[in-house]
Structures are given as C-alpha cells and as structure tokens.
C-alpha cells in the first residue's frame, strides 16, 4: 500500500471521527431542572422526553395544552410511575411524554398542572418550552 493511499485512509478515519463527536444526541431529556435547555434546537428524528413531578392522588395532573402540532409528533399517552421504594400510598410519582420531532419549523410545548374541575384557577405549575426543528 502506498503512502499516498494511507494517508487517504488517515484522513477519511480523521473525518469520520470528527462526524462521531459531532453527531446530536437522539433524546434530549427535559424537566424542571433542565427546562432552562429552553428555547429547544431539536434536529428532524431526534426524541424529547419531558419528565416532571407529579402527584395525581392530590387531584392534579399534568395537562398537555399545546405540543407544537405540525413540528412535533407524539409518542404515546403520558406515563405515570411512581418509585417503587417509597411504600407510601399517595406519595409522588412522575410523569413522562415523548415526542419525535417531525418535520422543520416551529411551536410551543406548553404543560400545565392543574385540577381539571377547577376552572378559571390558574395553574399550580407551567412547564412552557419553545421548540424548533431544523
């Protein structure tokens, strides 16, 4: 093998690894903490996770008021888990979506926690996050 072709190889191996340290992660995780990843930069493919508190025993839930229709596709109903090594009836769990960004443009992902029989209350929490998808 001639020099000249090990250093195509070098450099073509160079690139790749490059590529590899570059490439977005495939899910972005958001919640309380993290909600400051907001506004949201998301590539086409790419899967947001959003994970918050919750405590449905007290009457609230989280309520899904926008989800940036036509940006972002939903990955199934929410999902509510409670830790398993609490022991304690009514203690708080999490709840979780998941999205896909689906096609390039722009929307607010917009969750607000609140007894649904109550209205004209303003929401207990807001979790309220700008989305765009390239």
């Given amino acids: 093998m001639s020099i000249a072709s090990l250093s195509r190889i070098a450099a073509v191996s160079s690139?790749?690894?490059l590529a590899?340290?570059?490439r977005t992660p495939s899910t972005v995780n958001l919640d309380e903490e993290r909600v400051s990843r907001c506004p949201l930069e998301l590539a086409r493919g790419q899967t947001v996770l959003i994970n918050l508190r919750s405590n449905p025993?007290?009457?609230?839930?989280?309520?899904?008021?926008?989800?940036?229709?036509?940006?972002?596709?939903?990955l199934g109903p929410e999902v509510y888990s409670n830790p398993e090594d609490s022991g304690l009836v009514g203690s708080a769990g999490q709840s979780s979506w998941r999205f896909e960004a689906a096609q390039s443009g722009s929307g607010r992902l917009l969750l607000v926690y609140r007894r649904p029989w109550e209205t004209g209350v303003a929401p207990a929490q807001t979790f309220d996050c700008q989305v765009t998808v390239e």
């Avoid at 025993?57 to 939903?74: I, N």
């Fill in 15 to 17: 690139l790749s690894l």
């Fill in 20 to 22: 590899a340290c570059t």
């Fill in 57 to 74: 025993t007290t009457g609230f839930r989280w309520q899904v008021q926008d989800a940036a229709p036509g940006v972002l596709r939903s």
